[in-house]
């Protein structure tokens, strides 16, 4: 990455909506994300309904962060 330019930070959170399972993002794509020079942080937890454990996610290259306020406040992307 060029000197100065930091890369793209997308942030998946945790689905609050009352009964969804659903989940942004899977972690096969974090991998793909990642190779394109994408940072992911992912609310701890977020795959949790669709049965995808936070170790999965960051084997892919993703952070998992515990903080929800912390992911909004260094998200370029949610």
């Known amino acids: 990455m060029a000197e100065g330019i930091s890369k793209i930070k997308v942030v998946i959170v945790k689905e609050t909506f009352p009964n969804e ?3 942004a993002i899977i972690p096969e794509t974090v991998t793909a994300l990642t190779k394109k ?42």
């Open 21 to 23: 399972n659903r989940v």
């Open 37 to 78: 020079g994408v940072d992911v942080m992912i609310e701890k937890g977020a795959g949790e309904n669709s049965s995808y454990q936070d170790e999965q996610y960051s084997s892919k290259g993703a952070t998992i962060v515990d903080d929800r306020k912390e992911l909004f406040e260094n998200a370029d992307a949610v």
